[in-house]
C-alpha cells in the first residue's frame, strides 16, 4: 500500500459566540470545535473549522503519484488538548461552496482581527467590500446552516446531499485524532478538473469545513466539551494533511511462483 500526504494552504476556526462571530484566527495554531456558554445565559454557541489543500498539489498526487490506480483520501487531523468532553462524538466534514480568505489574527489578539474568515465574513478584499457568507440562494444545493440562538447569519456555506458529506464517530476514551474518509469528495474535485463537471457530478476545491451535526450544534442547554486540534501553523509536527492511500502492488507469473513488489 502506498501513502502521500500533503499539507493544508491555509485554515481558521469561527466562531459563533456574540462576542466572537467577527474574531479572525487564521495565524492560531490550534482549530477548534467547541461550544461556549454566553455569560448570564444558558446557551452554549458552537464553532467550526475550515481547511483547504491546493489544487495544484492534489492535482499533481492524482496525476503523478497514483497513476490511474484507484486511491482512497483521508483527512487527518491531530489531537492537542481537550476539556470536559462529552462521552460520544460525531464529527461531519462538508465541501465548502464559496471562497474564503485565511486571514492573520488570533484567538488572543486585542483588538480582534477580522481580516480574513469569520462566523460572519469569508473574505478580506477590503473594508467596504468585504463578503458575507451567503446563506440562501447561492446555490440550490449549497448550504449554510444556523441555530435559531445564533445572533446573526453566517458560518459557512457548503455542498449538500448524501455523497457530499463525510464523518466520524468515537467515543471521549478513544483516539481523538480526526482521521476521516473523504475520498468521495476528493473525487467530485477531481472531476471538476479534469471533466469541467459541475454539482452533482463535480464541483470546485474550496476546502472542507469540519463542524457538529446541526442537531448537536443547535442543542443550546449543554456542551460537548472542547476538542482542540493542531493547525497548518502548529511548532509541531502534526499540522493537518490530505493523505491518498492506493495500492502499488504489482505481480509478475513465472511458471508457477507469484511475486509482489
Known amino acids: 500500500m502506498a ?33 461556549e456558554k454566553d455569560s448570564g445565559k444558558e446557551v452554549y454557541y458552537p464553532s467550526r473549522f475550515l481547511i483547504k ?26 489531537s492537542a488538548e481537550n476539556k470536559s468532553l462529552y462521552a460520544n462524538h460525531i464529527v461531519q466534514v462538508y465541501a465548502v461552496s464559496q471562497s474564503w480568505d485565511e486571514g492573520t489574527g488570533r484567538f488572543k489578539n486585542n483588538p480582534t482581527s477580522s481580516n480574513g474568515v469569520t462566523w460572519e465574513m469569508r473574505t478580506n478584499t477590503g ?13 440550490s444545493n449549497s448550504t449554510g446552516s444556523c441555530c435559531d440562538f445564533m445572533p446573526i447569519s453566517g458560518g459557512g456555506t457548503w455542498w449538500t446531499g448524501a455523497n457530499f458529506v463525510a464523518e466520524t464517530s468515537f ?37 472542507f469545513i469540519i463542524k457538529k451535526p ?24 502534526y499540522p493537518p494533511k490530505l493523505t491518498f492511500k492506493w495500492d502499488d502492488s504489482s505481480y509478475s507469473h513465472s511458471g508457477t511462483t507469484l511475486t509482489s513488489g
Open 3 to 35: 501513502y502521500y500526504s500533503i499539507f493544508p494552504e491555509k485554515d481558521a476556526t469561527i466562531y459563533s459566540h456574540p462576542n466572537r462571530t467577527g474574531l479572525n484566527t487564521g495565524g492560531d495554531e490550534i482549530l477548534e470545535l467547541l461550544e
Open 171 to 207: 467515543s471521549n476514551a478513544d483516539n481523538l485524532d480526526l482521521d476521516i474518509n473523504v475520498t468521495n469528495l476528493v473525487k467530485f474535485f477531481s472531476a471538476s478538473y479534469y471533466q469541467g463537471a459541475s454539482y452533482p457530478t463535480g464541483i470546485e476545491n474550496e476546502g
Open 127 to 139: 473594508s467596504s467590500t468585504r463578503s458575507k457568507w451567503t446563506t440562501s440562494s447561492f446555490a
Open 214 to 237: 446541526i442537531a448537536t450544534e443547535c442543542d443550546a442547554s449543554a456542551s460537548f466539551g472542547e476538542l482542540q486540534y493542531f493547525s497548518a501553523d502548529t511548532h509541531t509536527i
Open 53 to 78: 489543500f491546493k489544487n495544484t498539489e492534489i492535482k499533481d498526487v492524482i496525476e503523478n503519484k497514483t497513476q490511474g490506480i484507484s486511491f482512497n483520501t483521508h483527512l487527518e487531523v491531530f
